[in-house]
């Protein structure tokens, strides 16, 4: 990924990530799974449905370390099968 993250960020700095996927229980369960893989730690994700009730949008805030840290998380993020978007 040809991303600028290095540049703009002073780190260890904490990200908020909106995870918008299938609305389903288990998906907060699902995000913070993967991010206790690269990033452990006590995650409170906030949760909103859309207004028609068919997604879930999931704030979660993550400490990361570097440019590199940030771009793992994301492709981890995207690889699940209920989410549709990473922000």
């Known amino acids: 990924m040809k991303t600028k993250f290095d540049e703009l960020l002073d780190f260890p700095t904490v990200l908020n990530f909106k995870v918008m996927g299938v609305a389903c229980d288990e998906l907060p369960d699902l995000i913070i799974a993967e991010l206790q893989k690269h990033t452990p730690g006590d995650y409170s994700p906030k949760i ?40």
């Open 48 to 87: 909103k449905p859309s207004s028609k009730g068919n997604y879930h949008s999931v704030s979660i805030a993550v400490t990361v370390t570097s440019k590199e840290h940030i771009e793992k998380i994301y492709k981890t993020l995207t690889a699940i099968e209920q989410v549709r978007y990473v922000l």
